[in-house]
T-cell receptor, first 116, second 111 residues
Framework: DAGVIQSPRHEVTEMGQEVTLRCKPI?????LFWYRQTMMRGLELLIY????????DSGMPEDRFSAKMPNASFSTLKIQPSEPRDSAVYFC??????????????FGSGTRLTVV | DQQVKQNSPSLSVQEGRISILNCDYT??????FLWYKKYPAEGPTFLIS?????DKNEDGRFTVFLNKSAKHLSLHIVPSQPGDSAVYFC??????????FGGGTRLMVKP
């Protein structure tokens, strides 16, 4: 398996523009998580899905952020409009119910977002 | 309220010496504790974990110790190598399979 795949790896956009981050989880995994890494907050959970259904979006910072999972193999995180304070590395992760929980989640390589 | 805390943002160690990374938590209901390692431009990768019913787990140069009464765990790396230089995240897993991460500690191992 190729692991969790995120695209793009880097995104530079101007303030006010819409940004879409993409994630392909590991095939068969039924949980998908979106995290954001910043210097101030470390790794913070934004939202997670179980069987394509959003379960908890309490970590989404504002209404400008939205996430979808139209099928088991694809998820998007959208920011509209983007602001400079959204600059961070965004990670997607997936896991399997009933799997080896002691190994936690598998993370993608992340998308580094810079909003200028 | 941060349930998992790593109070040291950075740590510098000489090659060959021991590295000790610390983590504190507040929720006594966590089932598992994990350490992730993160290199620049990569996602976090699983390193080692420990069940809440254990007090020690060892894997090669890496050992995790759990002190439940103090709600404290630590990761020991012996001997430290320059390739160990990375950011280390402590994480705790609850019964709902949810991971809560600490803020991370940047380890620098000097040759």
């Amino acid at each position: 398996d190729a692991g969790v795949i995120q695209s793009p790896r880097h995104e530079v956009t101007e303030m006010g523009q819409e940004v879409t981050l993409r994630c392909k989880p590991i095939s068969g995994h039924d949980y998908l998580f979106w995290y954001r890494q910043t210097m101030m907050r470390g790794l913070e959970l934004l939202i997670y899905f179980n069987n394509n259904v959003p379960i908890d979006d309490s970590g989404m910072p504002e209404d400008r952020f939205s996430a979808k999972m139209p099928n088991a193999s694809f998820s998007t995180l959208k920011i509209q409009p983007s602001e400079p304070r959204d600059s961070a590395v965004y990670f997607c992760a997936s896991s399997l119910t009933g799997g080896e929980v002691k190994y936690g989640y598998t993370f993608g390589s992340g998308t580094r977002l810079t909003v200028v | 309220d941060q349930q998992v805390k790593q109070n040291s943002p950075s740590l510098s160690v000489q090659e060959g010496r021991i590295s000790i990374l610390n983590c504190d938590y507040t929720n006594s209901m966590f089932d598992y504790f994990l350490w992730y390692k993160k290199y620049p431009a990569e996602g976090p990768t699983f390193l080692i974990s420990i069940s809440s019913i254990k007090d020690k787990n060892e894997d090669g140069r890496f050992t995790v110790f759990l002190n439940k009464s103090a709600k404290h765990l630590s990761l020991h790396i012996v001997p430290s190598q320059p390739g160990d230089s990375a950011v280390y995240f402590c994480a705790a897993l609850n019964a709902g399979n949810m991971l809560t991460f600490g803020g991370g500690t940047r380890l620098m191992v000097k040759p």
